[in-house]
Structure formats: C-alpha cells, structure tokens
C-alpha cells in the first residue's frame, strides 16, 4: 500500500528520446515496489516536447499502487514561463495542495498552498544540486528530497532521476503530509529538473 507510508524511493526509468516519464515508486527499506508514477499529458503537449522543452508545457502526472489500479493522486502541472502551478488531488479527498514555483529562488522550490488558498509551507532547494527541504509555516522541516546518485556512467548518459523522499518522524501522522511530500518530490523533478 502506497500510503500511509514515511519514505519512498522514486527511480525514473530510462529509456532514449521518451516523450514521457514513468517513475517506480519503492519502499527504501524493502526494495519493494509499492507504486508507479507516470507523466500522461495531452497528446498535443506530448508532440510539442519534440520542438520545446517539457517544463514549458502542461502536463499531468498520476500516481497509482500498481499498472492495473486507479490513481491514487494526480498533479496536473499547468504551463508557466515565469510561475508554474502544479494541483495535486487525491483520489478520494479531492485537491489537497498546489505547489507554486517560486520566481527568485537560487536552487528552486514552490510555495505551497491549501485547499483554501492560504500558504501552509514552502519547499526549498539548495544551489547544489538535488537538496530539497519542505518546510512549514514556522521554518520547522516536513521532510526531505534528496538526490540518490545512481552510479556517474548512468548520470552522464541519461536523464534518468533517481531520489528520496522522506517525512519526518513528527510529521508521518498527518494524513495529507505523505501525499504531498511525493507530490513535491515529483513536482521537483517535472518543473525543475526535466531539461528536454
């Protein structure tokens, strides 16, 4: 089961000249398979990737415990130049959270906002590289996205993203925190680190 769950390793699968990404999802401790992420954007976005880069564009990423199952969380990315706004909802509660990029941000991050409007934590880069805090309204951490190197040769030849998301341990009881520190996870890497 997908959540609740404190951790979660997200490997991209590689593969050449993908016009979309698809994510395993993995328990950290098991190795276990415990979801799958995939990039679905409209057909017309998806062609549009092969003259313009993918943050430019909209798209929708769904998030399910395995292939034949229905999704569990959605975040529909909304075309940005300056800002880019990404929805997430889950399955059952409807929306609950949008991340919003932020304009001057030395390694990236999003605000992030409730159902309501009202902003309820900030995500956090470093200039660095893979190094993402999520913090609360009062700076206290939520969790983290860290990048986990999967070897140099794979790196330098592909874009393949692999990372840890993991909650902090005062935080794991609250329903909405897993769902959205994945989605941020998530977010990270379809707004910030996607570069074709």
Known sequence: MLFPRHSFFVKERVSMLKLSDTYDILDPETKENVGIAKDEPPLWAKLLRLVLKKPLLPTVVRVYEHEAAPAVITLRKKPGLLHTTVVVTHATRGEIGRFKSKLFS???GFHVFDTSGRKVADVKGDWKGWNFKMLDDRGQ????????????????????????????????????????????????????????
């Open 106 to 108: 030395f390694g990236g």
């Open 141 to 196: 951490e939520l969790g983290v996205v860290t990048k986990k190197w999967a070897g140099l040769g794979k790196e330098l030849f592909t874009s393949a993203d692999n990372y840890m998301i993991a909650l902090n341990d005062q935080t794991s009881g609250k329903s909405d925190q897993s769902p959205l520190l994945l989605a941020a996870g998530l977010a990270i890497d379809i707004v910030y680190k996607e570069a074709a």
